[in-house]
C-alpha cells in the first residue's frame, strides 16, 4: 500500500502564488509516475500535471508557463509550484502515484488540498 499525503493549500489573491506538496510512504517502486489533479465544483478531476521517476513531465495546456510540477525522489516527494494564478485555478487539488507491477498498475490518491483563487 502507498499514502499520500498533500498539503499547501489555501486562499490566495489572483496573480498570487502557492506550492503544493505530497509526500508518499509504503511500498513505492523504483519507477513511478506522481501527479497532480484538480477538481473544481460540479466538474470532473482533470490531470494538472505529471512527473516520471526520471523528471519527464506533462502538463494540461490551461497551465502551461504558470506552473512546474517536480520531485524529491529521494524523499518520495512531488510538488506544484503554482504562479500567475487565476480565479479557473480554484478546486481541491488531489496528488496520486502509479505504479506497475508484474504487468497490473496501481494507482494511489491523496486525500486533496483546497486552492481558492480570489480576491
Known amino acids: 500500500q502507498v499514502q499520500l499525503v498533500e498539503s499547501g493549500g489555501g486562499l490566495v489573491q489572483p496573480g498570487g502564488s502557492l506550492r503544493l506538496s505530497c509526500a508518499a510512504s509504503?511500498?513505492?517502486?523504483?519507477?513511478?509516475?506522481m501527479g497532480w489533479y484538480r477538481q473544481a465544483s460540479g466538474k470532473q478531476r482533470e490531470l494538472v500535471a505529471v512527473?516520471?521517476?526520471?523528471?519527464?513531465?506533462n502538463y494540461a495546456d490551461s497551465v502551461k508557463g504558470r506552473f512546474t510540477i517536480s520531485r524529491d525522489n529521494a524523499k518520495n516527494t512531488v510538488y506544484l509550484q503554482m504562479n500567475s494564478l487565476k480565479s479557473e485555478d480554484t478546486g481541491a487539488y488531489y496528488c496520486?502515484?502509479?505504479?506497475?507491477?508484474?504487468?497490473?498498475?496501481?494507482?494511489?490518491w491523496g486525500q486533496g488540498t483546497q486552492v481558492t483563487v480570489s480576491s
Open positions: 512527473i516520471g521517476s526520471y523528471g519527464s513531465t
Open positions: 509504503g511500498s513505492i517502486f523504483r519507477f513511478n509516475a
Open positions: 496520486s502515484l502509479s505504479q506497475s507491477n508484474l504487468g497490473s498498475t496501481y494507482e494511489y
